[in-house]
Structure formats: C-alpha cells, structure tokens
C-alpha cells in the first residue's frame, strides 16, 4: 500500500511560478512510476506529467511541455511538478498518482494509488 500526500497548491498570478510536492510512504517508492494529474470541477481529470521510477524517462502533455518539469528524489520519497509560466487555464486541482511498474505512462487508468490533491489557482 503506498499513501500520497501533495503539497504545494496556492494562488499565484498569471506568469507566476509553483512547486508541488507529493510525498509517498512506503519502502518501495522507488520502483513506483509517478504522474501528475489535474482536474477542473465539471471536467475530467487530465494527464500533466509522469516520470519513470529513474527519472530518466517523462512525458508531458502538450499544454504544458515547455512550462512544466517533473522530477523525483528517491531518497526522499518524493515527486515534484515545478509550474513556470502559470496560465488562468492551468487553475485545477493536482493530483499526484502512483503506478507499481517501472516504466511511466500517461493513462490514468493504469495509476494505482491517488493523493487527495493540492488546489492550483491562477489570477489574470
């Protein structure tokens, strides 16, 4: 069993930048695939990033690439989604979720374990 708690959700300003943070219990994190989702009310959850148990494969959706970096530290049972150049649009409420495979993917039927999520809120 594998918990996650995100971290890291505010309101900042169009253009702005944000950190999130999910941490994750359990001696096996490191053999975990992690990803980043979002969700609007009203609206499906979506996919934003994922990263390999490595970290030396991610994936990004397309609205986000350039803008956004996933990484992870293995030592300390974390993944993080760095926000740069924050959108209105990117306002969403984040997910962290984790895969018990090595290998990354950007379905998110495939995730296996769910963080309760971080509120994102970007002002115009």
């Known amino acids: 069993q594998v918990q996650l708690v995100e971290s890291g959700g505010a309101l900042v300003q169009a253009g702005g930048s944000l950190r999130l943070s999910c941490v994750a219990s359990g001696r096996t994190f490191s053999t975990y695939a992690m990803g980043w989702f979002r969700q609007v009310p009203g609206k499906e959850r979506e996919f934003v990033a994922a990263?390999?148990?490595?970290?030396?494969?991610?994936y990004y959706a397309d609205s986000v690439k350039g803008r956004f970096t996933i990484s992870r530290d293995n030592i300390k049972n974390t993944v993080y989604l760095q926000m740069n150049s924050l959108k209105p649009e990117d306002t969403a409420v984040y997910f962290c979720a984790a895969r018990a495979t090595t290998v990354a993917t950007i379905a998110m039927g495939t995730y296996d374990y769910w963080g309760q999520g971080t509120q994102v809120t970007v002002s115009s």
């Open positions: 990263i390999s148990w490595s970290g030396d494969r991610t």
